[in-house]
């Protein structure tokens, strides 16, 4: 079964870059080649920030377009998110998940404070 895994840094200083990976893992790690992100605000639900398609093309939340973005590095089974100029309202626990969503990760806490 593929995993997915997180990883950043748990704080970020208000207009920075916060950038996270997700690191495929175990199972057939080419077959996940389609990436979303995803966030949970504290008391909030859940809201989709993007998607890599396997063509390369990204789509992304109109309120987060020119903010983000979401490369792939094949080598490493990795999917990286990049959010620029962030704000407290970008704490979050960040969520990658597969194409279909049959897939997520655990789950990062980032909070975004000075």
């Known amino acids: 079964q593929v995993q997915l895994q997180e990883s950043g840094p748990g704080l970020v200083k208000p207009s920075q870059t916060l950038s996270l990976t997700c690191t495929v893992s175990s199972g057939s790690t080419t077959s996940v080649n389609s990436i979303h992100w995803i966030r949970q605000p504290p008391g909030k639900g859940l809201e989709w920030m993007g998607r890599?398609?396997?063509?390369?093309?990204?789509y992304y939340r109109p309120g987060l377009r020119g903010r983000t973005s979401i490369s792939r590095d094949t080598a490493k089974n990795q999917f990286t998110l990049q959010l620029t100029s962030v704000s407290p309202e970008d704490t979050a626990v960040y969520y990658c998940?597969?194409?279909?969503?049959?897939?997520w990760g655990q789950g990062t806490l980032v909070t975004v404070s000075s």
């Open positions: 998940a597969s194409r279909y969503l049959e897939v």
């Open positions: 890599r398609a396997s063509s390369g093309n990204t």
